[in-house]
């Protein structure tokens, strides 16, 4: 069976849950590609009307190992990983950089799917985070601006007075992309795909690879 061939047969029929209920998943091949099986399915969860498809929580670990989780937006996908955008003082950033491994789990309860991609971490470059940067509403640009994330704050007013400051300083020009913010790439070592089933038999496929490089392993697992 070609990988294309594979992919469709995964694809649910339409909206709601009984579609990927009933359907399930194929059984675990080497042929088929996680990246575009997940591709499908990420086009899938966008065409059911779910608020926010791209929303992912982010693990992470301290250097010491204590883990800690958020929600993030997955803002693009492909072969060599998935980037998604923070501040480089954020929590998160700094236990990505202290300890470069990290989790995404992407959970679309309408379809009754998930799917958990974790590896290495690593930042993407300057030049395509600013690119991505300047495609963002000029609030949202004041807004990466005024934040010190995870630092702490005095009040609700001191945020909205350094966005004002800010919204002055850069009046009449364009926001440019502060250093301090920016992209990581998650690139996948093991992803696994969840497809929720009737009496809770639910079909689970995993793809990994070994030493994070090489060609993708599949295995079928209970569920």
Known sequence: MSIKSAIKSVVTLGRGLTQGVTQGLPE???GLDPIELFGVWFEQAKESGILLPESASLA???RDGVPSSRMVLLKSFALDGFV???NYGSRKAKEMDENPKASLLLHWVVLQR???VEGSVERI????SAEYFHTRARGSQIGAWASRQSEELE???VLKMRAEELEQRFKGQGVPSPGFWGGYRLIPERIEFWQG???RLHDRLEYTKADGEGDWTARRLYP
């Open 28 to 30: 675990a091949t080497a």
């Open 125 to 128: 470059s300057a030049e395509v």
């Open 60 to 62: 992470t670990a301290s």
């Open 114 to 116: 998930q799917v958990r």
């Open 84 to 86: 998604f955008f923070t």
């Open 197 to 199: 089933r009737l009496d």
């Open 155 to 157: 009040g609700r007013p």
